[in-house]
């Protein structure tokens, strides 16, 4: 059982940014794809986008598709997920997840941390 651990919630303005960050064990980092999905209340689990490997290797969600990337430290074993420009509609809690392959869909997705809150205020 890998244990992710993700940090950097909070709240921002509309047109704002945050970094969320994703804390995992040097194994998993260097063996599972690492996915952000995020849950609004009464909505179903959004794909937010996935890297594995380099930070260049990333598929972002057409949603957030030139506001969000996805960047990774090898030195410290942290995956990012950059949030530009954010926007009401953004708010969520956000989770980091592992998988054996970069995947949009949250049934492949092995270990999840518990989440951290974003809120956009307009």
């Known amino acids: 059982q890998e244990q992710l651990v993700e940090s950097g919630g909070g709240v921002a303005r509309a047109g704002g940014s945050l970094t969320l960050s994703c804390a995992i064990n040097r194994r998993a980092f260097n063996t599972y794809a690492i996915g952000w999905f995020r849950q609004a209340p009464g909505n179903q689990r959004e794909f937010v986008g996935t890297?594995?490997?380099?930070?260049?290797?990333?598929v972002i969600a057409d949603a957030v598709k030139g506001r969000f990337t996805i960047s990774r430290d090898s030195a410290e074993n942290m995956v990012y997920l950059q949030m530009n420009d954010l926007k009401p509609e953004d708010t969520a809690r956000y989770y980091c997840?592992?998988?054996?392959?970069?995947?949009?869909?949250?049934?492949?997705?092995?270990?999840w941390g518990r989440g951290t809150q974003v809120t956009v205020s307009s």
């Open positions: 997840a592992a998988a054996p392959i970069m995947s949009s869909k949250p049934q492949h997705y092995l270990n």
């Open positions: 890297n594995k490997g380099s930070g260049d290797n990333s």
